[in-house]
C-alpha cells in the first residue's frame, strides 16, 4: 500500500465526516421542528432522534480517531521505510488502544449533541411558557418581537450571522466561519483570542467552547424570509 492511496482514503473519509455534521444538523431541525408544534407530547421522537444524533457523535469521533491514528503512524513510517509493512497493524492496535480508553459519556460533549439538546430543551421551554404563537399571524407577531430583541449580528463581520455560534463560556455569539478563521490565526501566531464583544472580559476563545445555536439560526433565516 503507498502512502498516497491512505492519503486519498483519509481525504474520503473526511469528506463522509463533513456529511455526519451536515445529517446531525438536519436531524437537529427536524427535532425543533417537533418540539415547537408537539411539545412535549413527542417526547418518543424526541429521545429517538437524540438517540440518532449519539451514533453519529459516535460514528463522528471513529472517523476523527482513525484519522488521527493513520496520520500520526504514517508520519512516523515516511521516517522509517522498513515499518511500511506493518502499517495495516500497527494502526489496527494504536486504533484499538484508543478507542478501548474511550468512554460513551464523553460522547455527550460533542458540539452537535450539545448543541442538539440545548436547542430542543429551549424550544420546549418557549411552547411549555405558552409563549409560542398559536396562529400565523401571532407567529408573525412574535417573530418580530424576537428579531428586535436579539442582535444576529457577528461582532466580526458586523453583517447578520448564517452560522452563529454560541460561546459557552461567555454566552456571546459569532458566526462559525469567522470565529473559527479568527482561532486558526491566533493558534498560527501562538496567542489566545479574546472575545471581540465590547467589554467581555472572556480572553480565551477555544473551538471547544463554541456550540452552533440551532435556535437563532432559525430565527436569522425566519428574519431573511420575511425580508424577502
Not at 458540539?111 to 424550544?123: D, G, H, P, T
Amino acid at each position: 500500500m503507498s502512502l498516497s492511496t491512505v492519503h486519498t482514503t483519509l481525504s474520503s473519509l473526511k469528506t463522509c465526516q463533513a456529511d455526519i455534521g451536515t445529517g446531525m444538523d438536519i436531524v437537529t431541525d427536524v427535532a425543533l421542528d417537533l418540539a415547537e408544534t408537539a411539545g412535549a407530547e413527542n417526547e418518543a421522537g424526541l429521545e429517538k432522534l437524540e438517540l440518532m444524533m449519539l451514533d453519529c457523535a459516535k460514528l463522528d469521533r471513529e472517523i476523527n480517531c482513525f484519522v488521527g491514528v493513520v496520520e500520526c503512524v504514517t508520519a512516523e513510517v515516511s521516517n522509517q521505510p522498513e515499518t511500511m509493512f506493518n502499517l495495516k497493524s500497527l494502526v489496527k492496535d494504536k486504533f484499538t488502544e484508543i478507542q478501548s480508553r474511550l468512554s460513551d459519556e464523553e460522547l455527550q460533549n460533542h458540539n452537535k449533541l450539545v448543541s442538539f439538546k440545548e436547542s430542543v430543551r429551549n424550544a420546549l421551554k418557549t411552547v411549555n411558557s405558552g409563549t409560542t404563537a398559536n396562529t400565523e399571524e401571532e407567529l408573525d407577531e412574535d417573530i418580530a418581537v424576537t428579531q428586535s430583541d436579539v442582535n444576529f449580528t457577528c461582532p466580526l463581520t458586523q453583517v447578520d450571522m448564517v452560522n452563529p455560534m454560541k460561546n459557552k463560556k461567555c454566552n456571546h455569539h459569532y458566526d462559525q466561519d469567522a470565529i473559527l478563521e479568527m482561532i486558526r490565526n491566533r493558534l498560527s501566531q501562538k496567542k489566545k483570542l479574546r472575545c471581540p464583544v465590547v467589554g467581555c472580559d472572556n480572553t480565551d476563545v477555544k473551538q471547544g467552547d463554541l456550540v452552533l445555536d440551532q435556535m437563532m439560526k432559525r430565527q436569522i433565516q425566519r428574519k431573511q424570509s420575511s425580508m424577502t
